[in-house]
């Protein structure tokens, strides 16, 4: 399983934290100042290179995974 080790890592880290902190995508898009996709794209990145699901989106809702 891939560790985290750099700058690029982080910030994957720091975008979610704050997606986690305010509750949901929406939320954290104007503490973030970027688009839901973008915010999107990067979680998908950081669950990529983790290698597992951190959270559940969509309409739905937004949920922590276990």
């Known amino acids: 399983r891939p560790m985290i ?3 690029a890592d982080l910030k994957l880290l720091r975008i979610f934290l704050t997606i986690v902190e305010t509750g949901g ?3 954290a898009q104007s503490d973030l100042n970027l688009s839901l996709s973008t915010i999107s794209s990067y ?5 990529t290179r983790l ?5 559940k989106r969509g309409r739905g809702g937004f949920a922590l995974t276990r």
């Open 5 to 7: 080790t750099d700058q």
């Open 25 to 27: 995508f929406a939320a």
């Open 43 to 47: 979680v998908t990145a950081l669950e």
């Open 51 to 55: 290698g597992f699901t951190l959270c």
